[in-house]
């Protein structure tokens, strides 16, 4: 070891959900660890979205830490709450975890170099400190790397622009309504998902139906889907039949009651703009893409100041001091442009930072809720949690065993991407031009980035390998 250089057990970066959760575990055995975090406060997702609407779209009480200690006297005002209260809750965790004592803020990691003769990672940060540890944590999130679009001159001398960090614009139409959402009882408590059923797919408060809706007579899948519909939520996509990710006719007929129920409120807009917003060929299988949970986007649509322009048919030519103008040569000028242009989700903020190695593989460094996990597939705090207690699992292991470095071998690693791969393609999501498989980023290699069997069967595979003294990875002990 050299004199003066600052060695830790771990290095996390990011201090969100993943990276707090990564902390007050590995302290829990008594190891080393940092957080280097880019914002300058806790929350990931929840420092950065900020923008009027941002707000969960899981349910309380299940988007929280599961511990106890997290919930039992920390009271939730709504059930899908926005941005300020997610904001208040990391203080809460904070002040009883004292996590902040841990963290470096305003620490952007740009490199990480493995050196295979010391088993050691060396971390810098944008404004050159640098780091050392046996192991590196990615909690980097699946949203940090935002997209701004590089097309044709932004010139916005005129023009106000706002870029949101999140994904989901249409939040910001939602923002009026949220009340609507108001859960009457916001004492916190917090469901066992080790003991759910399989059927539990996604992890989330909603639970697939594992029975094909086709067994269902017409009337009682009309009774189910109104039962999904009255409770809201998730209910309708992940609540559903689970063979709507899987077969065309049971998507087909999800699809013609999502239409039925919007065309009931957009009734009154005229029929091309109804054909727009509800078409009946659907564009993609339903839920194949996040459907959003609006309120009042349809409505919105009968406002004066809202027009709807399809740049499908009609693309962006240039972006104008006073507006858009796409390629009839019409220029839709405004005071506001919003660019709700999205991230290059579950890769980017991994790949943001320049990790050098001597081989293809990645010896000690792990990452949550990333690249072929079920991330957006799943309730990212249970999903996270799974996760990171298998990885402190596994550090455990290896300290105990004076192991020095682990990772996964070649054929292991191939073998899971190709599972992740035929699984996706036995469902319905490559119908889909969606950020789930790369789609929003040109020159992005299309394929599934989420693992798309279930957590059940997530957890099933991951303890496989522990149980078997980490199949499916080289291990390499200490010379002495
Ligand atoms: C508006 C919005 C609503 C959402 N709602 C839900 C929901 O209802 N349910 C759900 O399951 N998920 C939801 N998500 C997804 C959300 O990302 C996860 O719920 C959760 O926040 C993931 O936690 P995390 O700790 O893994 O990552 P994040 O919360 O994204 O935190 C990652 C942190 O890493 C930091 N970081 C990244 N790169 C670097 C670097 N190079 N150096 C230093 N720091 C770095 C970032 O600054 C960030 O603070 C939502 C996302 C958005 C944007």
New binding site residues.
């Given amino acids: 070891m050299i004199q003066g250089r600052k060695y830790y057990d771990a290095l996390i970066?990011?201090?969100?959900?993943?990276?707090?959760h990564q902390l007050y575990h590995l302290r829990k055995i008594g190891l080393s660890a940092k957080i280097?975090?880019?914002?300058d406060d806790l929350?990931?997702?929840?420092?950065?979205?900020t923008y009027p609407g941002?707000?969960?779209?899981?349910e309380l009480p299940i988007?929280q830490f599961s511990d106890p200690e997290l919930w039992k006297d920390f009271t939730w005002s709504e059930k899908?709450p926005g941005?300020e209260e997610l904001q208040t809750y990391f203080q809460y965790v904070d002040k009883k975890l004292e996590i902040k004592k841990d963290v470096f803020f305003k620490?952007?990691?740009?490199s990480a170099v493995w050196d295979d003769s010391i088993d050691n990672w060396t971390v810098t940060?944008e404004d050159g400190r640098v780091f050392h540890s046996q192991f590196l944590l990615l909690?980097?999130?699946?949203?940090?790397?935002i997209i701004f679009p590089t097309s044709r001159a932004l010139k916005l001398s005129r023009a106000k622009s706002i870029t949101l960090?999140?994904?989901?614009g249409l939040?910001t139409l939602r923002e009026e309504s949220r009340h609507h959402w108001n859960w009457c009882d916001g004492r916190s408590s917090h469901p066992n998902y080790r003991s759910a059923p399989k059927s539990n797919f996604f992890w989330?408060c909603p639970r697939l139906d594992p029975k094909p809706s086709l067994s269902a007579t017409p009337e009682e899948r009309e009774l189910f889907y109104e039962d999904k519909w009255e409770k809201g939520g998730f209910h309708p996509w992940l609540g559903a039949y689970v063979d709507i990710f899987f077969d065309q006719k049971a998507n087909d007929e999800v699809y013609a009651f999502w239409r039925k129920k919007t065309l009931e409120r957009i009734c009154h807009h005229p029929p091309e703009l109804q054909e727009k917003l509800a078409p009946v060929k659907p564009p993609h299988p339903f839920g194949t893409k996040r459907p959003s949970l609006e309120q009042r986007y349809f409505e919105v649509y009968s406002q004066p100041n809202v027009e709807l322009v399809d740049v499908n048919e009609n693309p962006i030519k240039e972006i104008t001091p006073y507006g858009i103008l796409t390629a009839d040569e019409v220029e839709h000028a405004f005071d506001v442009l919003i660019l709700a242009t999205g991230f290059d989700m579950v890769t980017g903020?991994i790949t943001?930072?320049e990790i050098r190695l001597a081989s293809a593989t990645y010896p000690n460094m792990f990452w949550?809720?990333g690249p072929q996990s079920p991330s957006?597939f799943?309730?990212?705090?249970s999903?996270?949690e799974l996760t990171s207690e298998w990885i402190i699992d596994f550090i455990k292991y290896m300290k105990e065993k004076h192991i020095s470095s682990a990772v996964p071998t070649e054929p292991a690693q191939h073998a899971y991407s190709e599972m992740v791969d035929q699984l996706g393609a036995k469902g319905l999501w490559f119908k889909a031009k969606s950020w789930y498989l790369g789609f929003n980023i040109e020159g992005k290699k299309v394929q599934m980035l989420q693992f798309p069997g279930g957590i059940p069967a997530y957890e099933k595979l991951i303890n496989a390998s522990a149980g078997k003294n980490y199949e499916g990875f080289d291990l390499k002990r200490y010379d002495h």
């Fill in positions: 970066v990011g201090a969100g959900f993943s990276g707090i280097l975090e880019a914002g929350g990931g997702t929840w420092y950065w979205n941002a707000r969960v779209d899981s988007y899908f941005w620490s952007r990691v740009v940060t909690c980097t999130g699946i949203g940090p790397s960090r999140g994904s989901l939040t989330l903020g943001n930072i949550i809720y957006s799943s309730n990212a705090p999903s996270v």
